[in-house]
Nanobody, 124 residues
Framework: QVQLVESGGELVQAGGSLRLSCTAS????????MGWFRQAPGKEREFVAG????????YYADPVKGRFTISRDNAKNTVYLRMLSLKPEDTAVYYC?????????????????WGQGTQVTISS
């Protein structure tokens, strides 16, 4: 059983930056593909970024390409999401998730473990 704990969410102005962290425990972190998702009020949970468990291949949703960077430190059991040039439409609860599927997938149902989420609010 893998436990995931996100941190780093806060209120920032548009154009600002944040770094979210997600630390895992209870499993072999390096064997999981990791993803970041977000959910805004009244909207479905959507894929943001993912990183393969091996090789470090990354994949991004179109709205965040060029602004967000996902990375992982297997020695620290942590995955990061660096977010730049933040926009009000980035406001959401951000979740990290772990998948046993080798390749990055964008559907929430393919991820087995989820964190509790961290709130990101971007003011205009």
């Amino acid at each position: 059983q893998v436990q995931l704990v996100e941190s780093g969410g806060e209120l920032v102005q548009a154009g600002g930056s944040l770094r979210l962290s997600c630390t895992a425990s209870g499993g072999t972190f390096s064997s999981y593909t990791m993803g970041w998702f977000r959910q805004a009020p009244g909207k479905e949970r959507e894929f943001v970024a993912g990183i393969r468990w091996t090789g470090g291949m990354t994949y991004y949703a179109d709205p965040v390409k060029g602004r967000f960077t996902i990375s992982r430190d297997n020695a620290k059991n942590t995955v990061y999401l660096r977010m730049l040039s933040l926009k009000p439409e980035d406001t959401a609860v951000y979740y990290c998730a772990a998948s046993r599927i080798v390749d990055v997938t964008t559907t929430p149902q393919t991820y087995t473990y989820w964190g509790q989420g961290t709130q990101v609010t971007i003011s205009s």
